[in-house]
């Protein structure tokens, strides 16, 4: 139950002290966000565990706070009885004792609370010009064909940078653009370091970026004529000034920011252990698949050439041959039986001639005769004919598809190491060709390949 309920009627909840600090902390901690706090350092104590104890006080308060080791390592400058700074932290309570406390996550000298305005009101300002909306935002590369970083030669930043590429992708070539990133001069100079690596082109990708520092270190990031040579930048910018928890102008500008140098490295450069088992990967599938589909090829192929001997010309001529044989045949019995029947008729009818002795009537038959037989014979050659010409279409067929009368026409067939060649891709430089021409074969050796 939470101090602020009521308890239920007739009940009395009774907390104990712990309880009641850590009840109070909570509140504490999630009734104020961190808060920026100016005063004066007094009763400043520095154990051996690393942590800053000390007082903050004005001319009219005082309250305890609390440095831990981790952030007072990043101080930038000496930190001492009487100095007049500028706190961000959080407003919390230590329980052994219930005394309300300040943890201080950041310490700047007084004369940085000027800048931390000003950096809040160009802040303002730019915000409202457009120069942090997404939708300038661009996306960076995958793959970087080369990196232009931006910053001191000489510091921290670059073999920082360095390094982490070393590491993981020591491919990527990298161009440093050099410039001051501290002082009076350094905003110019990022200036025009960033209009001579868009001006070279040779970079696809820019990494601004310098070491930690104190505010008025950072500053030269902070300037205006700096955040607008960020945004016309037509190459995908990342800013990476200063540690974490250091925020610059730049940062809000850029494409992309990143916490630190180092991590800058690591948001640019692709893993290259990671690649290489990706790319195994890749080589141990596209050869399963480079088997499979041979195999179904080579059963393709086997498959067609059983076609082809089936549907050779040979074949195709061996078949009409033995059916005009056959026709033949046939033919030749027809005309036999018809002149078997014809006689049987003549004999009959002479049979009868001779019983009735009817002259004319011999002349006649013996008429219709010859004229059966003249009709018969004609029928005969005109079949003969039609199968003659029919057998003559088919041969002609046969020669419009045979390969032969194809190679005959000018084309040819190209093979390498016993494949046929369909597409240029198919071979290299250096491979023996083997082209089949209409007679004779002619082989050539492979000059340059063109797709």
């Given at each position: 139950?939470?101090?602020t309920?009521?308890p ?24 104020f966000?961190r808060i920026?706090v ?7 104590a520095r154990p ?8 903050l006080?004005?001319?009219?308060a005082?309250?305890?706070c609390a440095?831990?080791?981790n952030?007072?390592?990043r ?9 007049q700074v ?7 309570l ?16 007084v004369?940085d609370?000027?800048l ?8 303002q ?6 120069l942090f909306a997404p ?5 960076l590369p995958?793959w ?14 670059i073999r ?5 590429l ?5 491919a ?10 501290q002082?009076a ?9 960033l ?6 082109g040779q970079?696809?990708v820019?990494l601004l970026?310098?070491?930690g520092g ?13 955040a607008?040579?960020v945004?016309?930048?037509?190459v995908?910018l990342?800013?990476?000034v ?5 925020f610059?102008i730049?940062?809000f500008?850029a494409?992309?920011?990143?916490a ?9 450069s692709?893993?290259s252990?990671?690649l290489e088992?990706r790319?195994?990967q890749i ?6 698949h480079?088997?499979r ?6 059963e ?12 050779s010309?040979t ?5 009409q041959?033995q059916?005009?044989d056959e026709?033949r ?5 027809a005309w036999?039986h018809?002149?078997?029947?014809r006689r049987?008729?003549?004999q ?12 004319a009537?011999?002349?006649a038959l013996?008429?219709a ?7 018969l014979g004609?029928c ?7 199968r003659?010409e029919?057998?003559?279409?088919l ?5 419009g598809?045979s390969?032969?009368a194809?190679?005959?026409r000018?084309?040819?067939i ?5 494949r046929?060649?369909r597409?240029a891709?198919?071979?290299?430089v250096?491979d023996?060709l083997?082209?089949?021409?209409a007679?004779?074969r ?5 000059c340059?390949?063109?797709g």
């Open positions: 139950m939470n101090a309920e009521n239920p009627s007739g009940e009395r909840e009774v907390y104990s002290v712990a309880r009641l600090n850590r009840e109070v902390r909570r509140l504490l901690e999630s009734g966000a920026w100016e005063g004066e350092i007094s009763n400043l051996p565990s690393g942590h800053l104890y000390f007082t006080k004005d001319a009219s005082q309250i305890s440095l831990f080791r952030r007072a390592l101080l930038g400058f000496p930190l001492d009885n009487g100095a500028l706190a961000q932290a959080q407003v919390s230590y329980e052994p004792r219930g005394n309300y406390q300040l943890i201080v996550d950041r310490l700047e000298p004369g609370g000027a931390r305005r000003a950096f809040e009101a160009l802040k300002q730019l915000q409202a010009e457009g939708e300038h935002k661009r996306p995958a970087p064909r080369c990196l232009g970083v931006i910053t001191a030669p000489g510091g921290a930043a920082d940078v360095l390094t982490v070393k590491r993981r992708f020591p990527l070539p990298v161009i440093v653009y050099p410039t001051l990133v002082g001069g350094a905003p110019a100079g990022i200036v025009a370091a209009e001579r690596a868009q001006r070279h970079c696809d820019l970026t310098r070491g104190s505010l008025d270190d950072l500053w030269p990031f902070n300037e205006a004529s700096v607008r040579a945004h016309a930048c037509q995908p990342v800013s990476a200063g540690h974490e928890i250091d610059v730049s940062d500008v494409d992309a920011r990143a630190t140098p180092s991590a800058a490295a690591e948001l640019l692709p893993d252990e990671q088992r790319f195994a080589r141990v599938t596209l050869g399963a480079l088997r589909t041979l195999r179904q090829r080579r393709r192929l086997h498959w067609l050439l059983g076609r082809a001997r089936l549907c010309p074949r195709r001529l061996q078949q041959s059916r005009l026709l045949q046939r033919l030749l019995r036999r018809a002149q078997v029947r049987s008729r003549l009959a009818a002479a049979a009868r001639w001779r019983q009735q002795h009817p002259g009537r011999v002349q013996a008429a005769t010859t004229e059966l037989a003249q009709r004609y005969i050659n005109i079949q003969l004919s039609a003659r029919q057998l003559a279409g041969s002609r067929a046969l020669d598809i390969p032969l194809t190679l005959r000018g084309y040819s190209t093979r390498v190491d016993g046929i060649v597409r891709t198919e071979t290299r250096g023996k083997e082209t089949r021409l007679q004779g002619v082989i050539s050796e492979v340059e390949v063109k």
